[in-house]
């Protein structure tokens, strides 16, 4: 089937009329896709749809909206469709999508949302997606927790096995409402705006949280609740060090939220990213969580309406070229990716990392 797969895009880009290097680049696009999903799809095969269930459905879901999103048609797949079924038997009363006595309800959740907007035919989803929605509104750190809006956590989500929520977590449900049609005007983007600017190493009028002024330099981390967190560590004055990841989630999330590219906290965003511009690392990171950081790099940038990015040297990149070249270089032989640098955040787990790679190369098409 792989060969199937492969023949046929080589006989489509051939045909395309596009220049030699073009055509070149488009078959090398196609053949690092296709190697990839054939990769999820055995393995979704051989665990009976499921991958990694040690995280829930959560990678399952990841795993499926990566595939669909490349191949719609695969909804009818053998190996999707168990996928889907196991997504659906954990469906819960409450409308959220979790394994039984989960603590990551956001993150499954708006994985699971993802995955089922990609294979929603003929309605197949709409009332579980309603009421899945409805949860994740539930969940999220405002009023409902006693909180206000002067609270370092409003308007935030985690994962629930932690008393905070954090950037990631909020950064997927924004992305997930955004995907449900939701836009800046919605209330609960609106409260997680609150969060994401606070998040923000940015002395700004939406930031008044102490740790604001101590980095300033327009980068993102973790989270500013229960006394804050970044996952790089804190400067000598206390600081929470900005890292690329939480960079390129936070531009992601105000660009759904509706702010615009004028604003100050955009423009300190891709200051930042400019400055740091690279796809050997994540920045401030090293190689921790390096395939997150590449899919929250292209989504960022394709949500910022970039092709090119001139970093701070004046170098101009073509960033999507760049990823192609990156992720297909990084590819294992049987298709699949995984960081052999640093296993942090399940990226020893090859299943999460190419569903993440292929989330990326969805922006990187030719």
């Given at each position: 089937m792989q060969m199937a797969m492969l023949a046929y895009a080589a006989g489509t880009v051939a045909s395309s009329g596009l220049a030699a290097d073009q055509q070149q680049e488009?078959?090398?696009?196609?053949?690092?896709v296709d190697r990839g999903i054939e990769y999820l799809r055995s393995q979704a095969i051989a665990g009976d749809g499921v991958l990694s269930g040690q995280s829930g459905t959560g990678v399952t879901s990841l795993c499926l909206a990566a595939i669909l999103k490349h191949r719609p048609a695969a909804v009818n797949d053998p190996a999707v469709e168990k996928?889907?079924?196991?997504?659906?038997?954990?469906?819960r009363p409450d409308g959220g999508i979790y394994s039984d006595g989960s603590t990551?309800?956001?993150?499954?959740?708006?994985?699971?949302?993802?995955?089922?907007?990609?294979a929603n035919q003929q309605g197949r989803y709409d009332e579980a997606l309603k009421k899945a929605e409805d949860f994740l509104r539930g969940i999220?750190?405002?009023?409902?927790?006693?909180?206000?809006?002067?609270?370092?956590?409003y308007g935030g989500a985690g994962y629930g096995s932690h008393k905070r929520p954090d950037l990631s977590n909020t950064s997927y449900m924004i992305e997930t409402l955004h995907d449900l049609g939701r836009d800046g005007s919605d209330e609960a983007i609106q409260r997680a705006l609150r969060f994401v600017s606070r998040t923000q190493n940015l002395e700004s009028p939406a930031n008044d949280t102490p740790f604001a002024t101590k980095v300033n330099d327009g980068g993102f981390y973790y989270t500013p609740a229960a006394g804050g967190q970044s996952q790089a560590g804190q400067t000598a004055n206390g600081g929470l060090r900005s890292y690329g990841s939480m960079t390129y989630a936070g531009l992601k999330s105000m660009l759904y939220a509706g702010v615009d590219k004028d604003d100050p906290r955009v423009k300190a965003a891709m200051d930042f990213i400019r400055r740091h511009y690279t796809l050997e690392q994540n920045p401030g990171m090293g190689a921790a969580g390096l395939y997150y950081y590449y899919h929250?790099?292209?989504?960022?940038?394709?949500?910022?309406?970039?092709?090119?990015?001139?970093?701070?040297?004046g170098v101009e990149h073509d960033w999507r070229s760049e990823l192609l070249t990156t992720l297909a270089e990084a590819q294992a032989a049987d298709g699949s990716w995984v960081n052999e640098e640093n296993p942090r955040w399940m990226e020893g787990d090859r299943a999460p990392v190419t569903g993440y790679a292929l989330l990326a190369l969805e922006y990187c098409e030719p």
């Open positions: 488009m078959a090398r696009y196609r053949q690092t996928g889907l079924k196991f997504i659906e038997s954990n469906i990551h309800r956001n993150y499954e959740t708006c994985l699971a949302i993802q995955a089922m907007l990609a999220q750190w405002d009023e409902g927790e006693g909180l206000t809006s002067s609270d370092a956590a929250t790099f292209a989504k960022a940038l394709d949500a910022a309406g970039l092709e090119t990015l001139t970093d701070a040297q």
